[in-house]
């Protein structure tokens, strides 16, 4: 262990490392972004917060088949089978957002489960939630890489 303050190796009296100087932190970061963001991977950040948010949408559309269900109506079977294939193309989605046509596709998505409303009302209400916290994601997106 170094006691020169610009040793690599210097730390400090508690056994801490030293302060990373603003040059080497820089270089740490990822330029993708200009710097802006202070996240190592913007890009990675972003993609994982869409992939968390059409995961949940997956998992809430699959929660709510009981109650869709248990309130009945003309087309249960037909509302059942279209939640399953709407979390099938939301997982779907979660993985493909690497690509930038697929951020897009998520808005199809959300459309979808708003128009599966005509099969039980609630897919409706659950439709202008997830588009509602989806144009969120795409704000939070816009806002940490710029205008992409």
């Known amino acids: 262990m170094s006691t020169d303050p610009e040793h690599p190796d210097h730390r400090d009296d508690q056994g801490m490392d030293a302060p990373v100087t603003g040059e080497s932190r820089q270089s740490d970061l990822d330029h993708r972004d200009g710097g802006r963001s202070g996240l190592r991977n913007p890009v990675r950040a972003v993609r994982v917060m869409g992939a968390l948010t059409l995961v949940i949408e997956a998992v809430v559309l699959l929660l709510a088949i009981q109650p869709i269900r248990v309130l009945g109506g003309p087309h249960v079977t037909q509302a059942v089978t279209v939640v399953v294939v709407l979390a099938g193309v939301a997982l779907v989605l979660a993985s493909l957002l690497r ?9 199809a998505l ?22 509602l916290v989806w144009w969120y994601v795409l704000h939070v997106r816009r806002t940490i890489l710029g205008s992409s």
């Open 110 to 131: 959300n459309a979808a489960v708003t128009l599966s409303g005509f099969f039980q009302w609630a897919l409706a209400v659950m439709g202008v939630v997830f588009a």
């Open 99 to 107: 690509y930038p046509a697929a951020w897009y596709a998520v808005g």
